[in-house]
């Protein structure tokens, strides 16, 4: 493990914590990297269990932790390497509920020893003998956890209902975005003009192409977008195993739609926006909508995940799944800029009660002290 640069306690030392995260959701991730910072300094040991990818992405070496390669998989070889980067763990904090199944099974029998904080940030939705499976491996985790943080009352509730011993809501920060250099005073402009919006409302969604985005609603409405004047451009930066499956239909339907792809920009393009869009049937603590209200850019979602417990009344929320709810949500607010300017100042006040990083970390290490016992020197 990496050690920190700021001291341990008088006659204590470090604790040594282990992060593990499956690296396949950019929450989570961004989450792990926040902590990381966080806690390396206030003295605290952490390495992060994570596919080589995410520490490429996220630098979690760069943090003040220690990066330990294991795989996506429940192998018995990715589990046998995460068994042994915890081996001498003070305490194991897992990261999402794939992640969390392996780190029960690395763990073993060691679970009545080693107290495991997992943080459940989202439920992943599914249908038939998967969801029957997910069902299972919920079950499994919540029981093994010594503490389950959930990042939405419904998930607290959802995880005391599975069998959870001590489940509590996780304060979740909005990670800083890295931002790009500052640009002159038209840079919004020159955005607008690179994406083809300079005369006409640009509407911004951001999030992986996957059957969750509810791409499939949002190609629905901008059909009824298309009979507007001027009709607004849709912007979605992102990308996934539906693009082509999209990029067909745009074409075939002629819907003012571009699939951007990845974008390190995604600020920036947000703050150019007239719009941002959320249409997806999973939403939880949605970075877009974090970084939409902070942004003052007016925000139309899916009511579904927890996302009303985290935008209260800064949003219009339309059911999940509706094409029509959400097409007229869009309609009304590009008529109307009172309501526009309205949901911008919500979203400022609703935006000053959320956790900061600083916050967030001193939570999570609060249970962590509350977990470990003051530890001699070795």
């Not at 451009?233 to 819907?255: H, M, Y």
């Not at 290490?365 to 020197?377: H, I, K």
Request: a positive charge; aromatic letters at 2%; charged letters at 25%.
């Amino acid at each position: 493990m990496t050690s920190a640069n700021s001291p341990s306690p008088h006659g204590q030392s470090p604790l040594r914590t282990v992060q593990v995260l499956g690296g396949g959701d950019a929450r989570s991730s961004a989450h792990v990297r926040s902590l990381a910072t966080g806690l390396a300094a206030r003295g605290v040991l952490v390495t992060v269990c994570a596919p080589q990818e995410a520490e490429a992405a996220y630098d979690f070496r760069g943090a003040g932790a220690g990066h330990v390669p294991v795989p996506r998989s429940s192998d018995p070889v990715s589990v046998a390497a995460l068994r042994a980067a915890l081996a001498d763990a003070d305490l194991v904090h897992a990261h999402g509920l794939h992640a969390s199944f392996r780190t029960v099974l690395a763990l073993g029998g060691r679970r009545a020893t080693t107290p495991f904080v997992v943080t459940w940030h989202d439920r992943v939705p599914a249908e038939g003998a998967r969801a029957q499976f997910l069902r299972v491996l919920e079950r499994r985790v919540m029981r093994a956890a010594t503490v389950v943080l959930g990042a939405t009352s419904e998930l607290v509730d959802l995880a005391r209902r599975t069998g959870a011993r001590d489940a509590r809501l996780g304060a979740v920060a909005l990670p800083g975005r890295p931002r790009r250099p500052a640009g002159p005073d038209g840079a919004p402009l020159k955005l607008r003009a690179e994406v083809g919006a300079v005369e006409r409302p640009l509407l911004v969604a951001v999030g992986a192409l996957d059957r969750d985005g509810g791409y499939d609603v949002l190609l629905d409405a901008a059909r009824a977008w298309r009979r507007l004047d001027p009709p607004p451009l849709v912007v979605v930066a992102g990308e996934g195993p539906l693009r082509p499956e999209l990029q067909r239909r745009i074409e075939r339907e002629e819907l003012p739609v571009v699939l951007a792809g990845r974008r390190d920009d995604v600020t920036e393009l947000l703050a150019a926006a007239d719009l941002a869009l959320l249409p997806g049937r999973r939403a939880a603590r949605s970075v877009l909508a974090q970084e939409a209200l902070h942004a003052r850019v007016p925000l139309v979602a899916s009511d579904a995940g927890g996302l009303r417990e985290l935008v209260g009344d800064a949003a219009a929320l339309v059911p999940p799944g509706d094409p029509g709810a959400l097409a007229g949500a869009v309609t009304r607010l590009l008529a109307d800029p009172g309501r526009c300017d309205e949901l911008r100042e919500r979203g400022v006040r609703q935006a000053t009660g959320w956790p900061t990083e600083d916050e967030t970390v001193a939570q999570v290490l609060s249970v962590y002290d509350e977990l470990t016992q003051p530890r001699p020197m070795r």
